[in-house]
C-alpha cells in the first residue's frame, strides 16, 4: 500500500474519528509531521520509513504530554494497519486491576500476548506510566516492567512486536522502570514524540 496520499489517509483517518469520537474530532494540522510518521509505519510504506528513520520490525513508542491526543491516534491507526498486523490497545492501568485480582499469570498473558485466539500478538500498552507497583501476597512487582522485559526477549527470539504510549520522557521511565527497561524499549521500540509544549486538546 505505498501508493497513497498523506491528504487522502488523514482525512480518512480524521472522518473515522469523527465515527469513533464525535464531530469534536479533528486532526490537527500541527500534528501531521507525527501523522505522516504513523502512516508511513503502519501502511509498511518501505522509503518512506526509511526516510524517517523508522524500522518496521520495531514496535512504535509515541510519547508526548497529557491531551495531546496519543490513545485516540494508536486506535486509529489500529483500524488503518492491514489484517496481519492488526494491534489491540491495552490500557496499562486495566493490566494493573488484573493484575490485583489474578497475579503473576497476568504478567504471562500479556508477555506472549495471547488473550483469545481471535486477538493479534501485538499489544499497544496505552499511557505506560500511570500504573503504581503494586503488591500481590506481600510480593511487590512493576507489573509493566517485567512485561516489558519478557516482550523484549520474545521480540529477539519471535520478532513479536509492541507498542506503547506514554506521557513519560526516557530519563522519567529510567526513574519508573530502571535503566534495564528503557534500555530494552530503545532496542524494541521506535520513538515517535511530540513536542513538550503541545496544547491539551481536551481543554
Known amino acids: 500500500m505505498n501508493k497513497y496520499s498523506y491528504p487522502d489517509v488523514i482525512n480518512w483517518l480524521e472522518n473515522k474519528g469523527i465515527e469513533l469520537y464525535g464531530n469534536h474530532f479533528k486532526i490537527h494540522e500541527t500534528d501531521y509531521p507525527i501523522i505522516h510518521k504513523l502512516i508511513a509505519y503502519f501502511l509498511k510504506d518501505e522509503p518512506s520509513c526509511f526516510q524517517y528513520g523508522i524500522n518496521l520490525n520495531k514496535g512504535i513508542l509515541l510519547s508526548g504530554p497529557v491531551g495531546c491526543g496519543k490513545t485516540s491516534i494508536m486506535n486509529l491507526m489500529k483500524h488503518l494497519t492491514p489484517i496481519e498486523h492488526k494491534f489491540l490497545v491495552k490500557p496499562c492501568r486495566d493490566i494493573n486491576f488484573e493484575f490485583i485480582h489474578d497475579g503473576y499469570q497476568i504478567i504471562h498473558k500479556y508477555s506472549i500476548g495471547k488473550l483469545y485466539q481471535s486477538q493479534p500478538k501485538t499489544i499497544c500498552f496505552d499511557d505506560l506510566g500511570v500504573e503504581n507497583n503494586l503488591k500481590y501476597y506481600g510480593n511487590e512487582c512493576n507489573v509493566m516492567a517485567e512485561i516489558i522485559l ?54
Open 150 to 203: 519478557s516482550r523484549y526477549d520474545l521480540f529477539i527470539s519471535k520478532k513479536l512486536q509492541t507498542h506503547i504510549t506514554t506521557n513519560l520522557s526516557a530519563s522519567e521511565i529510567e526513574s519508573h522502570y530502571g535503566n534495564r527497561v528503557r534500555s530494552r524499549l530503545r532496542e524494541i521500540c521506535n520513538l515517535i514524540a511530540f513536542d513538550r509544549n503541545i496544547i491539551d486538546k481536551r481543554q
